[in-house]
């Protein structure tokens, strides 16, 4: 757990960082900061390993006093993920994983083995352990800089933009992946990002801040989305808040309709393991439109019933099989049952 | 080996004895000098253009200029150490400072956030990336040391310069040229062992090319 309490941070010059921070980031979530730039995101992240110390207030961590404790050793039992990876150019990616153990005292051939396990974790072929990090791409790269900071099995991860610098598509897998390891490992995170959109994918508590360093809101990204504090959190989470805030909901009592068989209109077109492959309307066939999945979000169940040719989606099982029909008016009947329910709902179930 | 008069071998062995030496003592004076400037911004505004400036005296004039300062004898060899150590120290800070400039700042901060003290990170971190730009500078200072060795023979320390003086005393023209070719020589097989060093100590540095691959 890591205790932010009015926490201060001005420099010599005059400039305000941050101006009174309290927060709490609880054991074994993920909390976001995010803001535009400027609003002292990286400087609260870096008063948990004593980067920055405040000039005021406290920040503790699982209760203690951080400004008690000698900066390099509290580093050590922090792992820290930075944006491009910054990983040591000269080292082998097995021995940039092994930093900390090393540090820590742990014999050289002890770490590397540990950390090629590592390396598996993240997704990554032990082969590249060899490497050196200028050989791998830049999704690779910051996939060894995760894995580097699970290396010294802190109980505690700083994570500033980590998956800014890759691109959208790297990026959604990238994100997918901490989630996962997330899931397997229950570290507490603090994760800093300037996109909403990331914050809201990851995080189970999001603190939105404000150029100056002022909290505007801290809440469940499910909240943020359907009640923001003022108009500047509606403003930073974005004009598609009403339709984003879909993903938190959950599709299980979505009414499902029958397909027709034969006819005039649109046809869906089945293999024999009754997986769909396409429309068909006389002698026209057409592509399928996205598939609902049995147990995704709202979201997923709206976009397949808007992309399909048809004017309404398909759902499917978890073996491809098609369930049924989504008219896109059984997704707002549902959406007005629900209203209400969701601002605190857990997101953990639909994500 | 005897050729004009003279054994050629022990010449040669002192002329690199006289011209590594002195980039030996050079870089371990521009380490912690270039750490400095590179970390002070006040010292990095004197010491850069103070080197320069060194570098810039006459290599006669600081070969005869130096039993004066140092009280040594005219013909001490400790003469010519000295003053090649100070054009090893006037190029090789700027080498240091250079070479630590190379790291790039997301790797300090890294390091930093690791938990590397301030040393561990200077030698664990900052000096072995430094290793390509440093070995570039150790590389022209000692070329450019080899051929400062000879000018010593004017204050009678010359090594294989001594070919020249007495070439020249002599009229001899394959003398001088002979001793011309065989510093040359020297400097351009150091100067190919000193690539291979570096060669050695940053392979990485070699590994730039980036071989993509699906994530």
Known sequence: ?351 | MRLFGADILPLAAEHIVLALVPVLLGLVISLPLGWWAWSSRGARRILLPLTGVLYTIPSLALFVVMPLVLGTRILDPVNVVVALTIYAVALLVRSVVDGLDEVPGEVLTAGVAMGYRPLGLLFGVQLPLAVPVLVAGVRVAAVSSFSLVAVGAIIGQGALGTLFTQGFERFYTAQIVFGLVSILVLALVIDGLLMLLGRLLAPWAAARAPQRQAV
Not at chain 1, 14 to 33: D, F, M, P, Q
Not at chain 1, 105 to 123: C, K, N
Not at chain 1, 288 to 311: F, I, M, Q
Request: charged share 25%; aromatic share 4%; proline share 6%.
């Open chain 1, 1 to 351: 757990m890591i205790e932010f309490s009015d926490v201060r941070k001005a420099y010599p010059d005059g400039t305000v960082a941050l101006t009174s921070l309290s927060l709490t980031a609880r054991e074994g979530e993920i909390t976001v900061l995010v803001g535009p730039s400027g609003c002292g995101k990286t400087t609260t992240l870096r008063m948990v390993n004593r980067m920055v110390d405040p000039s005021s207030g406290t920040v503790r961590l699982d209760g203690v006093d951080v400004s008690t404790q000698d900066p390099p050793t509290l580093r050590r039992g922090i792992g820290y993920v930075i944006q491009n990876a910054g990983l040591f150019p000269h080292r082998t990616v097995l021995d940039n994983v092994a930093t900390v153990p090393v540090l820590l005292g742990r014999r050289r051939s002890e770490a590397r083995s540990a950390a090629g396990e590592l390396l598996e974790r993240v997704g990554l072929d032990p082969k590249v352990g060899s490497r050196y990090p200028a050989q791998l791409s830049g999704g690779q790269q910051q996939r060894v800089g995760v894995a580097r900071a699970l290396a010294g099995d802190a109980p505690v991860l700083l994570m500033d933009e980590p998956f800014s610098a890759v691109d959208p598509v790297v990026r959604a897998d990238l994100q997918d992946e901490l989630l996962r390891l997330q899931s397997e490992l229950g570290r507490t995170i603090l994760f800093v990002t300037h996109d909403i959109d990331e914050a809201i994918r990851l995080g189970d508590m999001v603190a939105v801040l404000r150029v100056g360093g002022t909290l505007a809101q801290f809440a469940p990204p499910a909240e943020l989305l359907a009640a923001p504090a003022d108009d500047f959190v509606a403003g930073f989470v974005g004009r598609d808040r009403g339709y984003r805030r879909l993903q938190f909901v959950g599709a299980g009592s979505l009414a499902l309709s029958d397909f027709p068989t034969t006819g005039e209109g649109w046809l869906l077109v089945v293999d024999d393991d009754g997986r769909p492959t396409g429309w068909r309307q006389g002698e026209e066939h057409v592509a399928l439109g996205t598939v609902h999945a049995e147990g995704g979000s709202l979201r997923s169940a709206l976009d397949a019933a808007l992309s399909s040719p048809a004017g309404r989606g398909v759902a499917v099982d978890d073996d491809g099989r098609v369930l049924g029909g989504i008219e896109p008016e059984a997704v707002i009947t549902l959406l007005h049952a629900s209203a209400g329910s969701t601002a605190g709902s857990s997101p953990e179930s639909v994500r």
